[in-house]
Nanobody
């Protein structure tokens, strides 16, 4: 069963923008931390951005301020705004939501299936 849904991937020319969204499908889920990672075939997954429960954020050093992570807890959603995209940003992007289900009183750490982002030169 899919526990979170990613959207917003696609193809864009260099310099363009995309906005990724990651929404939990769990009915009573409270997000603690939300994280975006990216991975190329045969390579290790790398951290892109993280947003903590208090709203503080952390980014991969390679981003140079081009991406912004945010959250809307009322919608159980974490966003990744990607600006000034470069061909080297071409990856599959994966969302991870860590949080608490208030109905089952359980912590969960859910991963999405990934969305493709392709940037052409």
């Amino acid at each position: 069963q899919v526990q979170l849904v990613e959207s917003g991937g696609g193809s864009v020319a260099a310099g363009g923008s995309l906005r990724l969204a990651c929404q939990s499908s769990r009915t009573n889920f409270r997000i603690r931390d939300g994280t975006w990672h990216r991975q190329a075939p045969g390579k290790r997954r790398e951290l892109v951005a993280r947003i903590m429960i208090d709203g503080s954020t952390d980014y991969g050093d390679f981003l140079e301020g081009r991406f912004t992570i945010s959250r809307d807890d009322t919608k159980k959603t974490v966003f990744l705004q990607m600006n000034d995209l470069k061909p080297e940003d071409t990856f599959v992007y994966y969302c991870n939501l860590d949080g608490f289900d208030t109905y089952y009183a359980e912590f969960y750490d859910d991963w999405g299936q990934g969305v493709q982002v392709t940037v052409s030169s």
